[in-house]
Each structure stands twice: as structure tokens, then as C-alpha cells.
């Protein structure tokens, strides 16, 4: 019966494609495997970050006409300090002028220099300048002057500026004093031990009033 075509072509319309387990094997790779493969290839490709060749030119064309360099530039000033705090030993021995001319100022007043600047030991550069007085070269050197960029608020006291200006117009010709610190005034230590009398006094001045008062009575 078994060798029977209809009936054979009829089984096997009902037993379906799989016939033996290497089949069932090789169905369940290509159903369930296969696309569990593909899903983490996909999910790591976008994890990484991996992008295809030729984004770096991409990566560089204006948005909104704004390069990337812009937008770079744009978002580091959003990010920059507003400000800083520096804590200074107020009792440091201050810095010499020549210390503070090497260091701040030598670029443009040593030798060569800069053109138009004074130099260090120019007399007839400085003649001019010095006529001015110091306070109004101080306020120059702390401010700025023309090229000059302003010296104070730096890594230098105001003061020790002024004694690299006091150090250069001094090289030029100048008499100017060495700025100090003021010297810190002394404690009124006299007044306070004459004072507490002076309240006891008035505390005690009501008692013969208080005495009499009671005599009275």
C-alpha cells in the first residue's frame, strides 16, 4: 500500500520540509539565531559610534551658517569661568622693580624693544614722561596707554607695579621714592584705660543724689 504513488505523494504533502533533526537544527539557526546576530550588530554599530567614511567633511559644513569651528568656539565661551579667586599673602615681602620690569615689562622697554616704546636708560625718552609725574605714569602702566596693554590686575600688586615704573623712569633719569607699603597705625592703647574711669565716674556721679533723696525722707 505503502508503495503506492498517490498515496506516497499524499504523506509527504503532510509531513512538511523538515524530515530529519539536522533540518529542525538548521530551521531554529535561521529563525531565532540569525536574527539575534543582526540585532546586536545593529545595536553595537550604534553604541560606538561608528560612522560611515566621508562624515568628517560633514562634520565640518556650516549649520545656519555657522561653521564647526564656530559652534566649537560658541559653546567653549558658554563654558568659560566667569571668574576667579586668588588668595594672596597680604604680609609677602614685596617684589623689587627690577624684578617686576624683567618679568612684565622687558619685552617692550628692554633692548631692543619695541619701536615707540621707551626703552630702560633712554634720558631723552623718558625727559617727557617723567615731567608728567608719577601718579599720571602709575595710572598708565595700571590702565593702559595707547599699545600698551594694562599691567595691574595681574600677578603683580598695584604697588609692585609701581615700582617697575618707579625702576624704569628712575634708569631714564627720574629721583622718584620707592613705593612702600603704608605702615599699619598703631592701637590707641592710652584711651581705653582712661575711659573706664571716666564711665565708672559717670555710674557713680548719681549716688549722692540717690543719698540725699533718702536723707530727704
Same mark, same amino acid.
Given at each position: 500500500m505503502s508503495a503506492d504513488p498517490h498515496y506516497q505523494a499524499t504523506e509527504d504533502a503532510h509531513t512538511g520540509p523538515i524530515k530529519n533533526p539536522k533540518q529542525l537544527l538548521l530551521a531554529v539557526f535561521f529563525s531565532f539565531i540569525v536574527p539575534i546576530l543582526i540585532i546586536v550588530a545593529l545595536v553595537s554599530y550604534v553604541v560606538s559610534g561608528t560612522q560611515p567614511a566621508g562624515t568628517a567633511e560633514g562634520d565640518g559644513m556650516s549649520l545656519y551658517g555657522v561653521s564647526k569651528d564656530g559652534r566649537d568656539r560658541e559653546v567653549a565661551d558658554r563654558l568659560k569661568k566667569v571668574g576667579a579667586i &586668588?588668595?594672596?599673602d597680604a604680609n609677602r615681602e614685596l617684589a623689587a622693580g627690577e624684578t617686576v620690569f624683567k618679568a612684565q615689562c622687558v619685552a617692550c622697554h628692554g633692548v631692543p624693544g619695541i619701536p615707540g616704546a621707551p626703552h630702560l636708560n633712554d634720558a631723552a625718552a623718558w625727559a617727557p614722561r617723567i615731567g608728567q609725574g608719577y601718579a599720571t605714569l602709575l595710572e598708565h602702566a595700571l590702565k593702559g596707554k595707547g599699545a600698551m596693554p594694562a599691567q595691574g590686575g595681574g600677578d603683580y600688586e598695584d604697588l609692585e607695579i609701581g615700582r617697575a615704573v618707579v625702576y624704569l623712569a628712575n634708569a631714564g633719569g627720574a629721583k622718584f621714592p620707592v613705593p612702600e607699603r603704608a605702615a599699619a597705625a598703631p592701637a #590707641?592703647?592710652? @584711651? #581705653? *584705660?582712661? $575711659? #573706664? *574711669?571716666?564711665? /565708672?565716674?559717670?555710674? @557713680? +556721679? *548719681? $549716688? *549722692? $543724689? +540717690? &543719698?540725699? /533723696?533718702? #536723707? +530727704?525722707?
Open positions: &586668588e588668595i594672596r #590707641a592703647d592710652g @584711651a #581705653a *584705660p582712661g $575711659a #573706664a *574711669p571716666a564711665a /565708672s565716674g559717670a555710674m @557713680a +556721679a *548719681p $549716688a *549722692p $543724689a +540717690a &543719698e540725699a /533723696s533718702a #536723707a +530727704a525722707k
